[in-house]
T-cell receptor, first 112, second 114 residues
Framework: AQSVAQPEDQVNVAEGNPLTVKCTYS??????LFWYVQYPNRGLQFLLK??????LVKGSYGFEAEFNKSQTSFHLKKPSALVSDSALYFC??????????FGTGTRLQVFP | EPEVTQTPSHQVTQMGQEVILRCVPI?????FYWYRQILGQKVEFLVS????????KSEIFDDQFSVERPDGSNFTLKIRSTKLEDSAMYFC????????????FGPGTRLTVL
């Protein structure tokens, strides 16, 4: 069965430091991978996706993610965190179907 | 920038009552979805809709649920007889195509069943 795991409930990082939010997936075949961000009282906002091609994908707000097929991972990264990046981050996988399967979410807290 | 909109933002209802949640997808999108997020849990797929019919649904989407696109702009989710466990945030989403295209989500409707 397809699944997504986000092993960390919360990630804390100081402003200006690099951040990583982890995601691993389990799906047969070639997945489509997505990252979404959710700010308080807002819907899910699309950040970036991996479909095929370069393993490093660049997205909105300076975020990027690296697809690693051997480790079945799609970690979200940013070289220099901002306080305004503090939010809930969801990894999701799609695979030849309509639905997205979401991870449980990781709360990113960037402190000044 | 076009957005998915949802109304109401918060709906409170009594158990057993019918509710209709409304969504206006992005105008040139062809695929429409409903997801829900029970408080503190992950976002779960409910149903997808294309060409005026359901294209996929989850086990959660039983015969108490229905979807409709009554006109060219609205997309609705109806729960016929609400249960306490239907309390959740319901998100509508739309996309140009299925699969490779990202889905754009609305702000959600918080449904509280008393």
């Amino acid at each position: 069965a397809q699944s997504v795991a986000q092993p960390e409930d919360q990630v804390n990082v100081a402003e200006g430091n690099p951040l990583t939010v982890k995601c691993t997936y389990s799906v047969s075949g070639n997945p489509y991978l997505f990252w979404y961000v959710q700010y308080p009282n807002r819907g899910l906002q699309f950040l970036l996706k991996y479909i095929t091609g370069d393993n490093l994908v660049k997205g909105s707000y300076g975020f990027e993610a690296e697809f690693n097929k051997s480790q079945t991972s799609f970690h979200l990264k940013k070289p220099s965190a901002l306080v305004s990046d503090s939010a809930l981050y969801f990894c999701a996988v799609g695979y030849n179907t309509d639905k997205l399967i979401f991870g449980t979410g990781t709360r990113l807290q960037v402190f000044p | 920038e076009p957005e998915v909109t949802q109304t109401p933002s918060h709906q409170v209802t009594q158990m057993g009552q019918e509710v209709i949640l409304r969504c206006v997808p992005i105008s040139n999108h062809l695929y429409f979805y409903w997801y829900r997020q029970i408080l503190g849990q992950k976002v779960e797929f409910l149903v997808s809709f294309y060409n005026n019919e359901i294209s996929e649904k989850s086990e959660i989407f039983d015969d108490q649920f229905s979807v409709e696109r009554p006109d060219g702009s609205n997309f609705t989710l109806k729960i016929r007889s609400t249960k306490l466990e239907d309390s959740a945030m319901y998100f509508c989403a739309s996309s140009k195509r299925t699969g490779v295209n990202e889905q754009f989500f609305g702000p959600g409707t918080r449904l509280t069943v008393l």
